[in-house]
Structure formats: structure tokens, C-alpha cells
């Protein structure tokens, strides 16, 4: 069972220079509410651990198949090793069972070609976890990165975290997609984070095709953020088919330059965030590729697009400078 202060983690990924200021450690917490057909991180989307195997680190051992694997990998009908989907119940449909289960089965693999996708964490476990690196982040002005999945999903948690962290003087960042119910984020307007915040597309209806979520609950949420003068980082997915348009991308940025603008005009944000320098609103323009339908076939999930798509690097730079014409500072790669 979970306790409140527990949470659900499916990486703790160290030295990240990405995803905030400095040297960075990011906890990935699993779980999201959309299912963008682009996703990075597929075996972030459900909330249970989930079973992953990659058949090009199979040496073919037949470990995997003893009596201790609890039937969760098969020989398939070509005699290949797989994974049995729908991953079948252990003893009872008790998930802390199957997780044990998944687990051993994981560590009977002596090549690493079976991995589990989350273990639950005490926030004193990452906590420990996180401060290993403490050296990097004072030296570097880096800190921590909760990202996912939703870390918000996981707000009782999260809540502790961040503020065992500040306690701490440790700069905090939040990467989020805002798809959460209202007054969630209230609490972690009390602490001085980076809120690093997707912004997919502002048409309600491609939206939700593209990711299945409402927009108009991202929107007030990102409005909520602003209006009380928080610092936002804009994110933006350059998908192929979705929002690689210029009308798309027009919208992105007048919204993103509102939201800044926003922001920026609280009282007391240049004070409260970073002394008395106003940071210029910043946005980076992250470019679609392929590199995550390794981890869609270990989930044994089809890739949903085409290989060999991507975004035209003059599109994204007529953007970048329609981004500085609105006052944005603009990154591209993020
Ligand atoms: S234990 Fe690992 S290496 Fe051996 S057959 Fe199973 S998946 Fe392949």
C-alpha cells in the first residue's frame, strides 16, 4: 500500500545540465493524464510499474523462463522470448505481488534486457537519493527536477519534497503539463520554484486529439501560475502533424508572450524570484525525433508515427525570431 508520503518514481536520472539551471538530479514520477501520441517516455504514462524488455539485449539464457519468473516472459509462437501480455495476475491481483513479481523476474535477466518501469520510493528514500549530489548543485547552481510523467499526480509526495528541498536552499524546478485538476498547484505557489510548463498547442480540439486532455484546464492552471507571478519556462513540442504549422505556432507564442507578460507585471515578482533583475520569459522550442520507439517496442506498444520524421530547422527559426519579435527569449533543443 501506499503511505502519503510515498511515492511512485521510474528514474532518478543524475548530472542533467537539461531541465532547469546548472547540475541537476531529476526524479521521473510516474503517472500521467494525457497520452500525447509523441510521449518521450511511454512507461511514464500508467501509474503501476509495468514490465519492459528489450529483445536486443537477449543473449537467449532461458533464465527468465524458470518457475521464479512467475510466468510473466514466454517463448512466443516464432520461439522468441516476450513478455506474456497482458502481464498475467501473481498469486492474487494484489500489484504490490505483481511488482515482487516483476522485480524478480527483472533480476534473474543476466543481460539487462528486463527492466521495471517504477518502484515506490519513501520521500526520505529520494530525499537520500537526491542529496548524494549536493556538491554538483552548490557548485553549480543546479538543484532538483521533478518531472514524470505528471509529478503533480503525485501531490501529497511531491508537496514534501519540495519543501524538505527549499528547506534545504536547494533550487527547485517543476516540468509539468498542467493537466490537473484546479487548485492542485495552489500549495507550491508558497515556494519559489521554476515551473517548467509544456505548451502544446492553444486549439481546444487538436489539443485533446493530440493528447487526449483539456485544454481549458492547462490554460487555467498556466493563467493561475502567471497571475501570481511565478517563473515559468515555456516547453514546446514541435510535433510533425500536430502544431508544426504556422498558425499553430503563432498561437503558442502570442499565448506564451500573454502569459509572461502576465507574470511578470505581479507585484513583487522581480523581488521574490531573483532580487532585482527581471528575467527575461524564456521558451524553447523542442523539435520532434524518434529516438523514445525503442522503449515503445520493450512495452510491446506499436510506434504511432512514421520513421525518419522530423521538423525543418528553418521552421524553427522563423519561429525563434517571431518568439523575440514578442519579447520571448527563445531556445531551440532545449
Ligand atoms: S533472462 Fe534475459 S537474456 Fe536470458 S532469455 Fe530472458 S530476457 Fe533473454
Given at each position: 500500500m501506499l503511505a502519503a508520503m510515498d511515492g511512485i518514481i521510474f528514474d532518478i536520472q543524475r548530472?542533467?545540465?537539461?531541465?532547469?539551471?546548472?547540475i541537476r538530479t531529476i526524479v521521473f514520477f510516474k503517472g500521467c493524464p494525457l497520452r500525447c501520441?509523441?510521449?518521450?517516455?511511454?512507461?511514464?504514462?500508467?501509474t503501476k510499474p509495468e514490465l519492459l524488455f528489450d529483445?536486443?539485449?537477449?543473449?537467449?539464457?532461458?533464465?527468465?523462463?524458470?518457475?521464479e519468473a512467475s510466468g510473466l516472459m514466454h517463448r512466443d509462437a516464432a520461439g522468441r522470448i516476450a513478455?506474456?501480455?497482458?502481464?498475467p495476475a501473481t498469486g492474487s491481483a494484489n500489484a504490490r505481488i505483481s511488482h515482487a513479481a516483476m522485480e524478480a523476474t527483472a533480476g534473474l535477466c543476466p543481460s539487462l534486457a528486463i527492466r521495471v518501469a517504477g518502484r515506490k520510493m519513501s520521500a526520505g528514500e529520494i530525499i537520500a537519493e537526491v542529496m548524494k549530489d549536493e556538491i554538483f548543485f552548490r557548485n553549480s547552481g543546479g538543484g532538483v527536477t521533478f518531472s514524470g510523467?505528471?509529478?503533480?499526480?503525485?501531490s501529497g509526495v511531491l508537496l514534501e519534497l519540495v519543501r524538505s528541498f527549499t528547506g534545504l536552499g536547494l533550487d527547485c524546478a517543476m516540468e509539468t503539463c498542467?493537466?490537473?485538476?484546479?487548485?492542485?498547484i495552489e500549495p507550491f505557489l508558497d515556494f519559489s520554484l521554476t515551473w517548467l510548463v509544456d505548451?502544446?498547442?492553444?486549439d481546444a480540439r487538436v489539443f485533446r486529439e493530440g493528447t487526449g486532455g483539456n485544454l481549458s484546464m492547462v490554460m487555467d492552471n498556466m493563467e493561475r501560475l502567471a497571475d501570481s507571478g511565478a517563473k515559468m519556462v515555456f516547453r514546446v513540442p514541435v510535433i510533425p502533424g500536430f502544431n508544426d504549422n504556422d498558425q499553430a505556432m503563432g498561437g503558442i507564442l502570442a499565448y506564451a508572450a500573454m502569459l509572461a507578460s502576465m507574470a511578470q507585471s505581479q507585484q513583487g515578482f522581480a523581488g521574490r524570484q531573483h532580487g532585482a533583475a527581471v528575467v527575461k520569459p524564456h521558451l524553447d522550442l523542442l523539435p520532434y525525433h524518434d529516438l523514445a520507439a525503442g522503449k515503445y517496442a520493450a512495452l510491446g506498444r506499436p510506434y504511432p508515427y512514421a520513421r525518419g520524421l522530423s521538423v525543418s530547422r528553418a521552421f524553427l527559426e522563423y519561429h525563434a525570431k517571431a518568439g523575440a519579435e514578442l519579447g520571448l527569449e527563445i531556445g531551440i533543443g532545449g
Open positions: 548530472f542533467s545540465t537539461h531541465d532547469g539551471d546548472g501520441t509523441w510521449c518521450e517516455n511511454p512507461e511514464s504514462q500508467a529483445p536486443r539485449h537477449c543473449i537467449n539464457c532461458s533464465s527468465c523462463l524458470q518457475p513478455i506474456v501480455r497482458p502481464v510523467g505528471e509529478p503533480l499526480l503525485q498542467l493537466a490537473i485538476g484546479p487548485g492542485t505548451l502544446k498547442h492553444t
